[in-house]
């Protein structure tokens, strides 16, 4: 199973559907609050959120649904990357909720190669979110700086550093 992409592999206009998708639950939404320390109650205290606020409930944390989604595209768009170089925007469209089950997909908008180096180029995607009804929740863009095939080649092909067993 290839594990991202090498820049020669990515098309102009080409749209990849992460799979699988991932329902959040309340225990992952508080975990990843308490790791950030992001103790706002409208994600922490759902008595908070029932009784003071436009939701009546808790809604997930925005941080958490955009970390997701770069998880999700890293199989399809930076499972090779060089660097992560920006993320140029990111835009929460709709709130998150426990129990919602979010997908992604990434289109690729643009291509450079680098002018430095000739083994790799800079990636321009743009990674959209949605639940399970098909809301849109988050929308970012970022440039990935990805090795050519040559890179790869170089330093071990698809698996590079992976050990072979010892004998037994």
Request: glycine share 10%.
């Amino acid at each position: 199973m290839q594990f991202g992409r090498y820049y020669e592999e990515f098309e102009v206009g080409a749209v990849y559907k992460h799979w699988p998708g991932k329902t959040v639950t309340e225990y992952d939404d508080h975990l990843f609050c308490l790791i950030t320390m992001n103790h706002h109650p409208l994600h922490m205290d759902a008595h908070f959120a029932a009784g003071t606020t436009d939701f009546g409930k808790n809604v997930v944390v925005g941080n958490y649904v955009y970390s997701l989604l770069l998880g999700m595209s890293v199989p399809d768009v930076s499972g090779k990357a060089i660097a992560n170089l920006e993320v140029e925007s990111l835009k929460h469209i709709a709130p998150t909720f426990h129990g919602d089950t979010i997908y992604g997909e990434t289109t690729v908008l643009d291509k450079t190669e680098s002018r430095s180096k000739d083994d790799r180029g800079v990636v321009h995607v743009e990674t959209i979110g949605y639940k399970q009804d098909g809301t849109v929740v988050c929308v970012f863009r970022r440039k990935v700086m990805v090795p050519k095939r040559s890179y790869g080649e170089s330093r071990g092909g698809e698996q590079p550093g992976r050990p072979e067993p010892a004998p037994r």
